[in-house]
């Protein structure tokens, strides 16, 4: 801790800050630009001048740049000092010389940094009577709109996209004021961080382009807290609905999870919802032949009445991207031993198995931060930055911290971002990556196998033994593997945070229990490691919690005995099993009911379909990989009869005469009888506040207190006001009236703070900047710590893969567009999303005699395809991939062998 | 694309580099040299060889006025403008190599003879004003002495 | 005639040859420092001889070489760096040396290389200067077969590796952590200091950045020693100094003179005086970015502290002297018309503040200015001071405004008043 002056007071501070961190924690407002709290100080904007004094003596003092001052012992400065305030108004005034003013129509108006940060010096009046230059805008792609002619020259983009985020087709061109930041040439943004350009540009050059389509104003949006929906991750977000649209979706900060980001996948994935796939409407097939019709909620309720009588034999198929909630609430309306988890066996297998491993074994699951703050990692079998992308960009920073040593003997302060730059020279700390295929991190790392994912496996056990010291795990393999695995072993003993990251990825539950054994044996080393699974969708974990019954269960079920009825919630099964065999189990009942938000292979078979709400227009609890229980809040009511899940569980729970059809009336109803029936999911209460809770008895409204023209909203109708509805599942109001404060940190709907109107017044929200949120991050963690000497380790070490001589081992392939079910229903998102294909590596294309391009056709027992083939790079011989989630009905269950001819003539 | 003379010469430039990118400037000269300017796709055969994007090539060769990223005429013309050869008339002579040249700064002569620049100053003060055409430093310039150095270059 | 160890041996009208300038003494000190001296001796002496940089900011060689990690745990890669990219508007002394004493940069290059342990040297040499590109890769040839270069010099176990690194423009590049930069293929940005170069330079190493002009002193300081080098000057400030005059006098030129001597000596006796027909009005001593001096400072000697006392900065030693006939505004506007050019576009105040500056100046000169401008063009001068920006460009862009608006104030407001300029 140190003592600094600020205008004559003193102030306590940590050590290790530079000013402008320093004093933003303490609540003073000080103009920055080229200043980000995670990509730290450069000094180039010259905003944040404060003035320095070297000690009370003196009083003429020097002006200096807060942000690359360091706040130490003594340092006495002054914010307000007329000079240093005048100084400040002038790099406003310059910013403003080129700047075009067109606030009116820019898509940054009213959440715009710079607009702020001019009100705020004071600069109000234009003394330059000169030309200002233009710029040629570029086309960037889909996603993010370019305007450059608004450009401040922050240097915030490059530093972003390039240092931070590792992208290499942005960049700044020319020099002087003209000084242009683009691509090379038009052409797509290249990296799949690129979105978070229009939260890091101060001002309106990078903005979001599928927002821009509809063309609204950021105070006329109404908003909530979300959790993303597109990956396991559980990343927190914003999201904005205007006009029963949702329009964008923004970072919401939590530090223990994605801090200032998020992937493109989780920011543009969101046109699903409003999709012209969406089920807007109950439907009914009244015979078995015949067609879908719509029906009303009334009607469907009193057609299900006839079925679900007592006593009626009803199986439930529960969904890993669907909600505790939803998913309990199905389980309690079926029986326990009657919900299955809509998940094929051998991926609950490895499911169960990561659930085991976290629950039981000694090394805590890694929160995105612990990833960030790792000195030393391991991979297996993930292609991380298709598979969970936001890690990625955390695995990059945590590539930072061993070389930060560098620096720091140096005497070069961390946050000195440039320096630590030039003494760093691009070195990184250790990142192990055994991996199937070349993925994107190679270009990071410092060792690199590509193997089958058994001699993935071997390799953790391996890298397990090799910390033990031979106590256990796999004798290594010789040559390459053995000293990777070596290689690895030191380096994660070397460190001091040792992260291990596995996951579902490459389909083995042997590489789950490697990489589980790696970091029991860094745990009995006495490091603090911590071990990270990536399971594939939003509450996979949450899910695997409730149930371990999967889907092959699900089908036995049926075909032992007569059922009547099987309610399917939120899943396509034709993603899931093999077609026939889907349809087989279909047959088997006499009503298939599917709750729904999307068309899907599944809803098309439904005897009765009911049009589920999404995440935008529910509430609901999940679980992310971390085990994290995070609360998402509906941002605004659904159309006409589209319901939350639940809700139609309760209802349908109603018509079965079962007690929680009554109960049920709100979710907390709901989250409170999980939390009963399951010790588990004991603590899912406290991962936001309830329905009653009210501050001051106010509400948290969704719409901002700046939201325009609400009166006129319906005026074309009505000229009276509409009565905003009431919100039953949480303390948020659909209106603008309700407590203006800062909210809890589980209800943050939007950053905003007096005089602080873009997403940078999320300072005023953290206890200090960059830090914890005030009152702490939301989310609650479901699993304990468990012990060194767990039952789950025992298993056996796969023996080494053989490639076959005629057939191939097919493994999925991910693809950050694509490989995810709801955002491939965002036409940005499917327009960026590879189609099918078979990738095979180069020695195989050589031995097959095939190029890329050539057609081949692909059989699996019973299944055969022509399909495309694209060159993988780093498949090892003997083994093949496939497109996760971007493959017809059928093509599942990977890893499994494969044939493969080329076709002739094609 | 490249000549196997221009492939060469980048390849001494770059030999012995620790860092590839460290000969980028060199690099473009090479091509500059040969070709008068870098267009957009010998910058990316030449990115592609210094292990450089696109991107990243262009923003340091985007950087520096005399590498030339849009096609210039036969010859270069540095007018020095600065503090010394401005005292010594350099506006006058601007505006004389102007009318002679039918093109004013930044311009390319309609017959593809000259390109017309500016310079930080070339160091030749005591025999201001001064220009450089292509390689050659021409110092004391009147109005004459430049009608006699244009009439050089064909 | 006083000593000349850094021109005296200079033909200019033949061209420069190892033999001769080993004749005169040329690569003595080499031999001398690496079979006899170490590593901190040669630091030592160069010390002593309180040689300071002739870059512009005077900072002393030998204190900056002693910041170099000299002991056991230092990286083994360091650099040693020529700073020959003069680009200041009104300097042309590097070039001179460089074109006809190459071999004596060359050995101050090998010397200064030897005192930091580095084991590798480049010149850092703008691409105008074709001729001295020429007549350094011969030199360095020359160097090279007589094993003054490249591995164990003169058997004495040190190595160097010596190069010439030709820029593509932008005066930025000059300025020695842009330098840094640019040699890295990077685009020519300052970096921050700290860390400074001499612990964290080229490629995050050790590494000095000199001027020709200081690393030619080097070898006759080695030779000679640090009190010969004392006695050279007139002053405080240790020996010689290249000074030029250039504007409408007789005759503009570069000479080596003692530290010290005045501007009114340089002026009249060197430069021969104001041409005919034309007035002094006043000199901007050092380059572009020194501030105006006048009639009254003539007699101010060219040293370091001496200039800094009238109000300016001895800078490059390189005069500019502007007469009666020549527009002060102009002047001056051509001054910053050159730096808001040549920024490197990193900080606000450069990137934008120049610009602006030379529109009001441009206004001003065609009869557009406006009441107020002039206060503006001050208050701008003021903004642009060192502190307010990321590095020494604009702070120095604007030193020969601020004193141009106090000693020219007049011309301002005549040109304002009558809405055109008077010398047109
Ligand atoms: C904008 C700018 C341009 C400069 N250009 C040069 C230059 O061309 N040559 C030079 O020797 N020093 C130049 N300098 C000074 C260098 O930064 C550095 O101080 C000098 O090379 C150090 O050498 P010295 O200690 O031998 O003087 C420049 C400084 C600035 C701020
Ligand atoms: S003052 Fe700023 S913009 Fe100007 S050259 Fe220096 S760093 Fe670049
Ligand atoms: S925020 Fe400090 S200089 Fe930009």
Known sequence: MATIFIDNAPYTVKDGQNLLHACLSLGFNIPYFCWHPALHSVGACRQCAVKQFRDEQDTRGKIVMSCMTPAAEGTRISIDDPDVKRFRRSVIEWLMTNHPHDCPVCDEGGECHLQDMTVMTGHDYRRFRFRKRTYRNQHLGPLVNHEMNRCIQCYRCVRFYRDYAGGRDLDVFASHNHVFFGRHADGVLDNEFSGNLVEVCPTGVFTDKTFKEHSTRKWDLQTAPTVCVHCGLGCNTIAGERYGSLRRILNRYNHEVNGYFICDRGRFGYGFVNSGERIRTPMVRRSKAGKMEPISKE???????????????????????????????????????????????????????????????????????????????????????????????????????????????????????????????????????????????????????????????????????????????????????????????????????????????????????????????????????RLLYIVPECNTLGLGLMTRKHLGDAFRAAGAGPADIVIILENDLFRRADETQVKEFFRGFRQVIVVDQVRTGTTRVADVLLPACTFAESQGTYVSSEGRAQRSFKVYLPEGDIRESWRWMADMAEIAGR??????????????????????????GHAAPQAGFRVNGLRIPRQSHRASGRTAVSADMDVHEPKPPVDSDSAFSFSMEGYEGMPPPALIQRYWSPGWNSVQALNKFQEEVAGPLRGGDPGVRLLAQGSLESPAYSGEIPPPFAAREDSWLLVPLYHIFGSDELSTFSPVIAGLAPGPYIGIGEADMKRLGISEGDAVVVTLPGLSRVLPVKKIAGLPQGIAGMPAGLMPAGWIGLPAWAEMVKKNGG | MLTDDERLAIEREVEDCAHKREACVGALRVIQRSRGWVSDDHLRVLADMLDMTPEELDSVATFYPLIFRRPVGRHVILVCDSASCWVMGYEDLLRHLQSRLGVGLGGTTSDGRFTFLPVACLGACDHAPSMMVDDELHMDLTKEKINDILQRYA | MAERPLTGSIRPEVAPDISAYESAGGYEALRKAVKGMSHQDVQKVVTDSNLRGRGGAGFPTGQKWSFVPMDEAAPREKYFIVNADEMEPGTFKDRLLLECNPHQVIEGAILGAYAIGASRAYIFLRWEYRLAEKRLEQAMAEARERNYLGKNILGSGFSLDLRIHTSAGRYICGEETALLSAMEGRRAVPRAKPPFPQVCGLWGRPTIVNNTETVANIPPIIRNGPSWFHGLSHTGDAGTKMYGVSGRVGRPGVWELPMGTTMRELLEEHAGGMRDGYRFRGLIPGGASTDFLVEEHLDVQMDYSSVQKAGSRLGTGMMIILDDKTCPVGMINSIIRFMARESCGWCTPCREGLPWLEKVLRAIETGDGRPGDIELLGEHARLLGPGNTYCALAPGAVEPLQSGIRYFREDFERHIRDKRCPWR
């Open chain 1, 299 to 529: 009607d469907v309720l009193k057609h299900l009445e006839g079925m679900l009588y007592f006593g009626a034999r009803v199986i439930g198929i529960g969904s890993p991207r669907a909600s505790l909630e939803s998913n309990f609430s199905l389980m309690t309306l079926v029986g326990r031993e009657h919900f299955f988890a809509g998940i094929p066996e051998q991926e609950q297998g490895l499911i169960g198995r990561i659930v085991d491993m976290l629950s039981e074994g000694p090394a805590p699951a890694a929160s995105l931060k612990d990833a960030e703050e790792a000195d030393a990692v391991l991979v297996l079998g993930e292609d991380i930055a298709n598979s969970a992308p936001r890690l990625s960009l955390s695995l990059r920073q945590a590539a930072l911290n061993k070389p930060m040593e560098i620096a720091r003997k140096m005497r070069i302060p961390e946050w000195s971002d440039a320096a630590v730059r030039t003494a760093l020279q691009g070195q990184r700390g250790p990142l192990f990556l055994a991996t199937t295929a070349v993925t994107k991190l190679e270009e990071i790392a410092s060792g690199v196998v590509h193997a089958a994912p058994d001699d993935i496996a071997r390799m953790g056990f391996g890298v397990a033994r090799e910390i033990e010291g031979g106590a256990r795990g796999a004798a290594l393999p010789a040559g390459e593997m053995s000293s990777f695995a070596r290689a690895a072993a030191d380096a994660l003993k070397n460190a001091e945070r040792p992260l291990v990251v596995a996951g579902t990825g490459c389909g083995s539950e042997a590489v789950i229990r490697a990489a589980a054994q790696a970091a029991r044996a860094l745990c009995s080393a006495g490091k603090e490691a």
């Open chain 1, 659 to 684: 007690p929680e059809g009554k109960a049920w009336r709100n979710i907390d109803h709901v989250v409170k009888a999980l939390a009963e029936a399951m010790p588990v999911f004991e603590g899912i």
